[in-house]
C-alpha cells in the first residue's frame, strides 16, 4: 500500500436515514446524517415516503459530508454504497447516486452488505478504541436484524444464529406501541427501565433451539399481560410503566445474552463484539460489559454515532475493499434481502 491519502466516500440509504461519510486511510472525516421525522407519525417507517426522502435529502448530505471533510469530490478514490439488504426503494436512490458519481468522476465503485458494516464500523480508526481480534463473535441488533455471526476476518463471516420472526428492535417498538410510547420506542423504554425495577414483573423467555432467536412469543405475551392488567385496573400503565420497562428490558436482554453465552460456548471464542442500532441500548452495553468479569469476555462496544445507521461504516468496508482491489461493476443490482 502506498503511503499517499486514500479517500472513500460511504452512502448509506437502507432504511430511513440519509447519511454520507468520508474515511482517509480508515479515519472518518465527516459522518452526515438526515433523519427522516416524517415516520413518527405514523408509528413505523412507510417505504414510499422514505425513498422519497432520500430523493431529496443525498445531493445536500453528500455535499455537506465533503464540505465537513475539507476535501473536494476530486479528491475521492472511491465511492462505497449500501447495495443491501434494507427497503428496495430507498437502496435504488443511494445505488443510483453512486453509480453516478463514481461513473463522473471516473473512479471505483464498491457495493456494501450493511449487516457487514456494522460489524466492521469496529475497524473505523479512533483513537484510544481498542479493534478486535480475529476470530470474534458479533452480536449484530437493529430494528430489521438480530443475528450472532462468527467473524473469521474482515470478508469471512458465518452466521451462526439469527431470529425466526421478528428482530430484537422491533420488539422493543411493538412493546412500547402497547404501551402507548411513542416510536421508536427502544431509546424511552431504555430510559424508563432505569427507573423501575426489572423483575416487578416476570415474562417467559421464548424456548428455542441453538443459537437462533424468537421475539413474536414474547410481544404476545406482553400484549396479553397489559390487557389483562387494564382491564383490572385501567390506570396500570400509567402507575408501573417504569417497572414495566424495566422488566421487558430485562426479559429482552435476558434472551441475547443467553445466546451469546451459549455462542462463545460452543465456539470457544472470548472475543465478543455488538453492532446495530439495539446496540445503543444502556442496559446491553452494561451486560455485556459484565461478561468480561463472569465468563472472561474481551468486549467491543462501538461509539454511539457507529451504532444506528451511519455512512461512516459504509466508507470503512469500502476503504478495506479498496484495499484488496475489489470493486463493483457498473451493473451493480441493489438488493433488498441481501444476505452476510
Excluded at 196 to 202: E, H, L, W, Y
Excluded at 232 to 238: G, M, R, T
Excluded at 314 to 338: C, P, Q, T, W
Aim: hydrophobic share 40%; net charge neutral; with cysteine.
Amino acid at each position: 500500500m502506498s503511503s499517499e491519502n486514500i479517500y472513500i466516500l460511504g452512502i448509506e440509504s437502507s432504511c430511513d436515514d440519509t447519511a454520507a461519510a468520508v474515511l482517509c486511510n480508515g479515519k472518518q472525516l465527516s459522518n452526515v446524517v438526515a433523519n427522516q421525522t416524517i415516520h413518527t407519525d405514523y408509528g413505523g417507517v412507510v417505504p414510499e415516503l422514505a425513498s422519497r426522502a432520500h430523493q431529496q435529502n443525498i445531493v445536500p448530505v453528500v455535499h455537506q459530508a465533503l464540505v465537513k471533510a475539507g476535501i473536494d469530490k476530486s479528491q475521492l478514490n472511491a465511492v462505497s454504497f449500501t447495495r443491501g439488504p434494507g427497503l428496495m426503494g430507498s437502496l435504488l436512490v443511494g445505488t443510483s447516486f453512486a453509480k453516478s458519481l463514481a461513473y463522473g468522476l471516473d473512479i471505483p465503485l464498491i457495493d456494501v452488505n450493511h449487516m457487514q458494516a456494522h460489524i466492521l464500523a469496529h475497524f473505523i480508526e479512533e483513537k484510544d478504541y481498542k479493534k478486535p481480534e480475529f476470530p470474534f463473535l458479533a452480536m449484530t441488533i437493529s430494528g430489521g436484524h438480530t443475528q450472532i455471526v462468527k467473524v473469521n476476518s474482515y470478508f469471512d463471516m458465518n452466521v451462526i444464529g439469527e431470529t425466526i420472526d421478528d428482530a430484537v428492535g422491533e420488539a422493543f417498538d411493538k412493546s412500547g406501541k402497547i404501551l402507548g410510547l411513542g416510536y421508536p420506542a427502544g431509546p424511552e423504554i431504555d430510559k424508563r427501565a432505569k427507573l423501575g425495577n426489572p423483575k416487578a414483573f416476570k415474562f417467559t423467555k421464548p424456548k428455542v433451539e441453538g443459537l437462533n432467536f424468537s421475539f413474536s412469543g414474547l410481544k404476545t405475551a406482553i400484549l396479553y399481560f397489559i390487557q389483562r392488567e387494564t382491564k383490572a385496573n385501567p390506570n396500570f400503565v400509567k402507575e408501573n410503566l417504569n417497572d414495566i420497562c424495566a422488566s421487558i428490558q430485562y426479559t429482552i436482554i435476558g434472551i441475547l445474552m443467553d445466546k451469546l453465552k451459549l455462542a462463545s460456548k460452543d465456539t470457544g471464542i472470548k472475543h465478543i463484539a455488538i453492532g446495530g442500532g439495539v446496540s445503543a441500548n444502556s442496559g446491553i452495553r452494561e451486560a455485556l460489559k459484565s461478561g468480561e468479569q463472569k465468563f472472561g469476555w474481551t468486549t467491543y462496544i462501538p461509539k454511539f454515532e457507529y451504532t444506528t445507521d451511519n455512512a461512516a461504516m459504509i466508507a470503512i468496508v469500502g476503504y478495506l475493499k479498496y484495499l484488496e482491489n475489489d470493486f463493483a461493476m457498473h451493473d451493480v443490482m441493489a438488493s433488498a434481502r441481501l444476505k452476510i
